[in-house]
């Protein structure tokens, strides 16, 4: 028997001890075996039924048992054990610096510390200060706070707010999209050159003015010059209003109590056409049997504190079919329009401060149903890889969207402060349900590889969305400052539920080699995800300051659970071993996955710096554990472990078959086996040691032992298609 502490920050009470036992089914051991006993003073937060009642009290002991190479967990509450071990570490002098410690300049430092002084799991900055992985403070978006446990939540309602009523990050209570004010005309700014309208005027004498009002907006448009201010009071406009060839200031009493609904026979409630560059709209409903509201041809449209609801069609459309055009969508609510809440199509688009939800698929195919859609211009499904979209999307909330809450495809956005949640399935098939998904812009007849998306996340929150939180696929992205939390499986067939997936352009008919996508991950948390918490497959990224946690397994056979997983591109049918990934993993943090941390097969990954701990077996058959696993199936793998910390793995440390693992300067601590290794496929196994390491437990001491003992290495994921 051995015994080894892991010492985590906090202390469990009897009362969470028990539940954490129940929670994690154990077996039963009732045959010899070689058992270790890994001693855990605390438990992850979301294993906690509430906080700690008491400053002392037991510890818990994860007990793992081998049968043929199977590890059994099985947690017990030892309630007269001690309160674990010192974590502290004294830095002995230059003269005393003996392996397995390291000569860093003047300072002599032990396996898992990096070079810069800072312990595995943390990101050295500038100043000289160790950043933990996770999210820090700065990096919180506006309108959120610090949780406390290196994630940020966005200040919103507990509630959802019903129809009608809104709020954006930042924003604790539910409000009116505008305040409607007193009197006939509210709050409108009018002057001496005002037109006005209101549907309930009963004269046949109008002439604009607040006496004898138009009656229809489409009158007052005609009749205003180019610059004049149009108030609209109370009422319901049903027609179709168009401006061009003259700027406008379009303003409703509020749009509570004024709506403009197109009849179906336009093709939209309003359009701003060419000529209306600098039209404003503010304080108006916009719905009916066509579109919301479509833009084209104009510039610096201002649309302000509107309410579009209910159309048939798309909500809001930012599109230069008729010519160049940009717009800003401030302080609005979209909701329940069919197939795209808000599209930017080949235009300059912004969104401040935008609640977009519960948006409808369309009637006719069950398709779509997308919240925000940025992609070229595409006419007649033919889309114009020149004619990008730029995108910038500020302090808005996007909820229980079909298909994708966000698409980005063959264009640039910058997302900052967004929540993007629920998103829902595709109706027809009960398949995707994406947070955010980039991509290359696609067609039946195939996707342009040279129409790259670039996207640049900041300072969000992408939860409980379905199949995946944050897919890219052939394209390029930055992540900073992001949680992608809480990520449930496809609907339709209970599989993925990844937290990232970074891929090749895939569709139907295969993935493009040429495709790969290129991400960077800084200072995020991913968590309570499923099958894998990141997802790297044929392609390339960075991961700088991250923190995956909890990763859960696959809802349909409680496989997988993976923390990192990176591999060549793979279909159901075959890997591409041509198409592998590349990925350098820094200052991280990896914990409590299922199956095995962190994952490389048939592709080449920098570990450096990285704190791999609590890995626990897979709960389908209570195999694996490994807190890094590197396999060849295909292809020769390789990998770099430096200045890393492995501990507490239900299996192995480090498990290899017939890869090469260089391994330098890293702690291997309290796991079942510290390394184990296989000849794979007659290709045998291969560790470079290249110095300064450790293993052993409870304290880790110079030369790492490998065990081969049968273990067989972890399987491939399968990719997405678009």
């Not at 003996?98 to 990101?123: F, I, K």
Request: negative net charge; aromatic residues 4%.
């Amino acid at each position: 028997m051995v015994v080894a502490c892991a010492p985590l920050p906090d202390v469990v009470s009897e009362e969470e001890a028990q539940l954490v036992i129940v929670a994690m089914s154990p077996h039963a051991a009732t045959h010899e075996a070689t058992i270790a006993l890994v001693m855990i003073t605390s438990l992850p937060s979301y294993l906690r039924a509430r906080e700690p009642t008491s400053t002392t009290g037991p510890s818990i002991a994860i007990v793992f048992v081998e049968m043929r190479s199977r590890w059994l967990p099985v947690l017990v509450a030892l309630a007269a054990l001690g309160g674990g071990c010192d974590a502290s570490s004294t830095e002995p002098p230059p003269s005393e610096c003996l392996p397995p410690n390291r000569l860093v300049g003047e300072r002599c430092l032990e396996p898992g510390m990096q070079d810069d002084r800072c312990p595995a799991g943390t990101l050295g900055l500038k100043d000289g200060s160790c950043q933990p992985a996770g999210i820090p403070p700065e990096l919180c978006g506006t309108g959120f706070e610090p949780d406390g446990n290196m994630g940020c939540e966005p200040i919103l309602p507990p509630e959802p707010c019903p129809a009608g009523q809104m709020a954006v990050p930042g924003e604790s209570v539910c409000h009116a999209v505008m305040e409607c004010g007193a009197g006939r005309w509210g709050d409108i700014p009018v002057d001496a050159t005002t037109v006005y309208v209101d549907a309930s005027y009963p004269g046949l004498d109008s002439d604009g003015s607040s006496d004898r009002p138009f009656t229809t907006i489409s009158d007052a448009v005609a009749a205003a010059a180019s610059g004049t201010l149009i108030a609209v009071a109370a009422g319901s406009y049903v027609e179709g209003v168009v401006i061009q060839f003259k700027t406008l200031r379009l303003w409703g009493k509020c749009p509570g109590e004024v709506e403009l609904l197109g009849t179906g026979d336009d093709f939209a409630a309003l359009v701003v056409r060419e000529g209306a560059s600098g039209t404003e709209v503010h304080g108006l409903a916009l719905g009916g049997a066509s579109l919301g509201l479509a833009i084209s041809a104009a510039k610096d449209v201002l649309i302000d504190r509107v309410w579009v609801h209910d159309a048939l069609d798309i909500g809001v459309t930012v599109e230069s079919a008729l010519g160049p055009t940009s717009a800003t969508l401030r302080g609005s609510l979209v909701e329940r329009n069919q197939m795209v809440g808000v599209q930017v199509a080949g235009s300059d688009g912004t969104l401040e401060g935008v609640l977009v939800r519960d948006t409808l698929p369309w009637a006719s195919g069950k398709v779509l149903g997308r919240g925000i859609n940025i992609q070229p211009l595409c006419p007649g499904g033919v889309c114009n890889s020149a004619a990008r979209s730029s995108a910038l999307v500020r302090g808005s909330l996007v909820e229980r969207n079909h298909e994708s809450g966000v698409r980005v495809a063959g264009s640039d956005a910058t997302f900052e402060s967004l929540v993007v949640r629920g998103t829902l399935p595709t109706e027809s098939d009960q398949r995707d349900g994406d947070g955010i998904l980039i991509q290359l812009p696609c067609t039946p007849a195939g996707c342009d590889a040279a129409a790259r998306a670039k996207v640049l996340l900041r300072g969000s929150l992408v939860e409980q969305n379905q199949s995946t939180g944050v897919v890219v696929m052939g394209s390029d992205a930055t992540l900073e400052g992001v949680l992608v939390r809480g990520t449930l499986p496809q609907q339709s067939d209970q599989i993925d539920g990844h937290g990232v997936h970074i891929q090749l352009s895939c569709t139907a008919t295969g993935c493009d080699p040429a495709a790969r996508a290129t991400v960077l991950v800084r200072g995020s948390l991913l968590e309570q995800n499923h099958a894998a918490g990141v997802f790297v497959s044929g392609s390339d990224a960075t991961l700088e300051g991250v923190l995956v946690r909890g990763t859960l397994p696959q809802q349909s056979d409680q496989l997988l659970g993976r923390g990192i997983h990176i591999q060549p591109s793979c279909t159901v049918t075959a890997c591409d071993p041509a198409a592998r990934a590349t990925a350098f993993v820094r200052g991280s943090l990896v914990e409590w996955s299922h199956d095995i941390g962190v994952m490389v097969g048939d592709s080449d990954a920098t570990i450096e710096g990285v704190l791999i701990r609590n890995t626990l077996a897979r709960l389908a058959d209570g195999l694996f554990g490994d807190g890094f696993s590197i396999f060849s199936e295909l292809t020769p793998t390789s990998a770099t472990v430096t200045q890393s910390r492995i501990e507490a793995s239900a299996r192995a440390g480090l498990s290899n078959f017939g890869s090469t693992v260089a391994l330098a300067a890293s702690t291997l601590a309290c796991n079942a086996f510290d390394l184990a290794g296989e000849t794979h496929h007659e290709q045998p196994f291969r560790f470079e040691d290249r110095g300064d390491n450790a293993c052993g437990c409870p304290a880790p001491a110079l030369g790492c032992k490998v065990q081969s003992v049968g273990l067989e290495p972890p399987e491939p994921i399968t990719e997405s298609t678009q």
